[in-house]
Antibody, heavy 112, light 112 residues
Framework: QVQLQQSGAELAKPGSSVKISCKASGYTFTSYDISWIKQTTGQGLEYIGYINTGSGGTYYNEKFKGKATLTVDKSSSTAFMQLSSLTPEDTAVYYC?????WGQGTLVTVSS | DVVMTQTPVSLSLAIGQPASISCKSSQSLLGTSGKTFLNWILQRPGQSPKRLIYQVSKLYSEVPDRFSGSGSETEFTLKISRVEAEDLGVYYCWQGTHFPLTFGSGTKLEIK
């Protein structure tokens, strides 16, 4: 069955970067885009963007341009999202998703 | 961006009662393909969201038929004919017709 296994929680300092991973299994990795979604208590669910896992092409929600960078490693069927110049407003649970299948989420906490 | 407005914010229902959740979009979700990409997901406490309904009214195979979806253009409804204990959680509508994808703010279903 389709599974998306995300990396563990991250505690990061303001101004630093983190890179979250999303390892896919149970299907042909390069046949589906991987999307990333941010969830916070205050802002709810926000769509960050997606990556075409075959070509590496990306689409970013304007709000997250410059904040998120999406990449893939086809050899390991893994998608990555790097978040840069972190601020407390980036504290959230981040999900990867393949159409209607969601990963378990990765909590990123930004605190000094 | 398309704004998705969900009501009510919360519902407290006894098992066996019907439930109805409204979702309104700021723009028509009818796409150029003739399809309407309005979807519903359920996030149970401590879990990632799970798929429920796609393209307004189509249930995924694992979803019980006590769930139904309806609507068109900008107004949509999710109904549960008889609430069961496992239905508790937060229901979100989301649209995939226009980029960026956007989500409603959620409706929390509590069981009395």
């Amino acid at each position: 069955q389709v599974q998306l296994q995300q990396s563990g929680a991250e505690l990061a300092k303001p101004g630093s970067s983190v890179k979250i991973s999303c390892k896919a299994s149970g299907y042909t990795f390069t046949s589906y885009d991987i999307s990333w979604i941010k969830q916070t208590t205050g802002q709810g669910l926000e769509y960050i963007g997606y990556i075409n896992t075959g070509s590496g092409g990306t689409y970013y929600n304007e709000k997250f341009k410059g904040k998120a960078t999406l990449t893939v490693d086809k050899s390991s069927s893994t998608a990555f999202m790097q978040l840069s110049s972190l601020t407390p407003e980036d504290t959230a649970v981040y999900y990867c998703a393949r159409s209607v299948y969601w990963g378990q989420g990765t909590l990123v906490t930004v605190s000094s | 961006d398309v704004v998705m407005t969900q009501t009510p914010v919360s519902l407290s229902l006894a098992i066996g009662q019907p439930a109805s959740i409204s979702c309104k979009s700021s723009q028509s979700l009818l796409g150029t393909s003739g399809k309407t990409f309005l979807n519903w997901i359920l996030q149970r406490p401590g879990q990632s969201p799970k798929r429920l309904i796609y393209q307004v009214s189509k249930l995924y195979s694992e979803v019980p038929d006590r769930f139904s979806g309806s609507g068109s253009e900008t107004e949509f409804t999710l109904k549960i004919s008889r609430v069961e204990a496992e239905d508790l959680g937060v229901y979100y509508c989301w649209q995939g017709t226009h980029f960026p994808l956007t989500f409603g703010s959620g409706t929390k279903l509590e069981i009395k």
